[in-house]
């Protein structure tokens, strides 16, 4: 009779019996292990400023389906920093007038554009051009224009494009557009919304040659997102004006604040705000025929949270935004696919913003194709 003892040491002396003789049997196995894993894409970061040192950078290490291995900075002193904690060589690191040079890299599959607004067609240009997919920060451009080149561009490279709509991935929009969709409050009727924070005289964002417009361009898109997100719906029309200046050095080349209305088919009314002057205000709130509901607040990076008109509460366990939004994009490049987040999305949102500065300049609504 053999013993589970006999039999246990039996197999590990034929196991190591077997390793003995034919060595090359474990590397074989561990490289048909490592074959099986699904290869990670390689991103590249376009610009080390806030957002990418504080979210997105982090945000990368937590991903299924990405990697960093490139970074890209015109600030020479980013750089040993950058290296040492992403454990990044010298031929990952590049500046903007040698970004052409990454498509000699093959370990760089994504570029993510984060550089201010009015430079992202400089930046997509120069990652189609070297062959790599483009994931652009919001929003997309500051014209219609730029936002048309970067499309071709990326589509004449045979490459994948996405814009940075991270609310897009989180649970809680995500939900509200349930409820939006399936009715669950009827007919939508009205969507409230804004999004507002305050700025430094010193921050790029008040240079209309680097951001193309004040607080709508970088934060009032988020209100204006949701409205179309939530709803599933476009807009046919536009009325917007300025709010008061109380800083008119700061205030000089880009608004201080602006708010719109928007008319959707069939009657949907949205009202949004948003402003550089003083924040606080990061909430939407969707009323329908029988009940409301929303978020407050609702643009965080990570969290957001709301209620419904019944008692319950929107509250689903948040996520990585840009960890989810990374991972998507990755998806659907090596499935083939469209991202949600595409940029005829961005491009969307351009036309409708430079349809609010135009009525908010003129004083009179306009119509949206």
């Keep these: 009779m053999i013993t589970t003892k006999q039999s246990r040491r039996t197999f590990v002396r034929r196991a190591t019996v077997s390793a003995l003789g034919f060595p090359f049997v474990s590397s074989l196995t561990s490289a048909a292990l490592a074959a099986d894993e699904p290869r990670k894409l390689g991103f590249a970061l376009v610009g080390l400023g806030g957002l990418s040192t504080g979210q997105i950078a982090p945000a990368l290490l937590k991903t299924q389906h990405c990697r960093l291995v490139g970074i890209v900075t015109g600030t020479p002193s980013k750089i040993p920093v950058w290296k040492e904690r992403y454990h990044l060589a010298d031929k990952d690191v590049y500046n903007y007038e040698t970004m052409g040079q990454m498509a000699n890299n093959p370990d760089i599959d994504v570029v993510y554009v984060v550089t201010p607004n009015a430079l992202h067609a400089e930046h997509c240009l120069k990652a189609a051009q070297a062959g790599k997919h483009v994931l652009c920060e919001k929003p997309m451009e500051t014209s219609v224009e730029k936002c048309e080149q970067i499309i071709s561009a990326v589509k004449k490279a045979g490459k994948k494009l996405a814009v940075g709509y991270r609310c897009q991935f989180d649970p809680n929009h995500l939900e509200c557009r349930r409820l939006a969709q399936e009715k669950v409050f009827g007919d939508l009727k009205m969507i409230e919304g804004g999004f507002s924070r305050t700025i430094s005289a010193t921050e790029w964002r008040v240079k209309k040659v680097l951001a193309g417009g004040g607080p709508l361009m970088d934060v009032g898109i988020y209100a204006l997102q949701t409205c179309r997100f939530v709803s599933g719906a476009e807009p046919i029309e536009v009325s917007a004006k300025y709010g008061p200046v109380n800083d008119p050095v700061k205030f000089a080349e880009v608004e201080a604040s602006v708010s719109w209305e928007m008319t959707f088919p069939g009657g949907l009314k949205t009202t949004c705000r948003t402003n550089y002057d ?72 351009v036309r409708i913003m430079l349809a609010i500065y135009e009525s908010a300049r003129t004083g009179k609504p306009v119509k949206l194709a």
């Design 278 to 349: 003083k924040g606080g205000e990061n909430n939407f709130q969707v009323t329908a025929e029988k009940g409301a509901f929303g978020l407050n607040p609702a643009y965080n990076y990570n969290s957001s949270r709301g209620t419904r008109s019944d008692g319950q509460a929107i509250n689903l366990p948040g996520v990585n935004q840009f960890t989810a939004e990374m991972d998507d994009f990755a998806q659907c490049i090596k499935n083939n696919q469209t991202s949600k987040v595409s940029g005829e999305e961005g491009l969307r949102d």
